[in-house]
């Protein structure tokens, strides 16, 4: 909405959420980034159906939708949560335990498991699908400037973990993609910094998994809403 003013666009955001289905839209993207036909199947609505709420919660400025580093051929819809304020009041308690994975779990992981400790005060672990022989040095680093100790981090293998955790998160489109997980899952689509390799990437994943984990500690579970 180019040109509106805040009262404007506050207005347009609080007209997108009145209708039943696009309110449904946005709860189940509160804590978990979702394909458009994982959106279709958890809500019952078909793809025609599902675009065009889509279209409208986006030109408001409430979602952004993005194609996944994994297979190029799918694209996710991810939640704007900073356009929520002042329209949704969620919170709920947190989750006590979580676990974090990622493909090489040589970064995001390691760093959404040291960010969920130091916010949550649970128990967490991290695991990788292939993990790496070490953590990145970059996440490392990134770590220390955030107040996080990645020291003595290790990758570990997502199959040899003992561990039932509250809440299960993907954080690499990858490890999502082939773990083909299911609705007790949460998935967030995060760029892996290792690819631009600056600090200023490993910085940027880490404001990333902050505003996540906030919102993942502040939100209930979403609602089902049909047609």
């Not at 996944?68 to 704007?80: A, I």
């Not at 020291?151 to 083909?180: F, G």
Request: hydrophobic letters at 40%; aromatic letters at 4%; one cysteine or more.
């Amino acid at each position: 909405m180019t040109g509106a003013t805040p009262l404007e666009l506050r207005a347009s955001r609080h007209g997108a959420l009145g209708d039943p289905i696009r309110l449904a839209i946005v709860e189940a993207l509160g804590c978990c980034d979702r394909s458009p036909a994982e959106l279709g199947g958890r809500l019952g609505l078909g793809s025609n159906l599902l675009a065009h709420h889509l279209d409208v919660l986006e030109a408001v400025g409430l979602i952004e939708r993005f194609r996944s580093s994994g297979d190029g051929r799918r694209r996710y819809v991810h939640l704007r949560r900073e356009a929520l304020e002042g329209l949704i009041d969620v919170r709920t308690a947190p989750a006590t335990s979580a676990l974090f994975i990622c493909s090489a779990n040589s970064a995001r992981s390691q760093l959404a498991e040291a960010l969920w400790r130091s916010m949550s005060g649970g128990d967490c672990c991290s695991a990788g699908t292939h993990p790496a022989e070490h953590v990145h040095p970059g996440a490392v680093d990134a770590g220390r400037r955030a107040g996080l100790d990645l020291s003595n981090a290790e990758p570990r293998l997502l199959s040899d973990l003992d561990m039932r955790p509250d809440i299960v998160v993907t954080v690499c489109d990858r490890a999502h993609e082939e773990l083909q997980t299911g609705e007790d899952w949460l998935h967030w689509s995060i760029p892996d910094p290792a690819e631009d390799g600056s600090p200023e990437a490993f910085d940027a994943v880490i404001a990333d998994l902050t505003r996540r984990i906030e919102a993942l500690l502040d939100s209930p579970p979403p609602t089902e809403v049909r047609p």
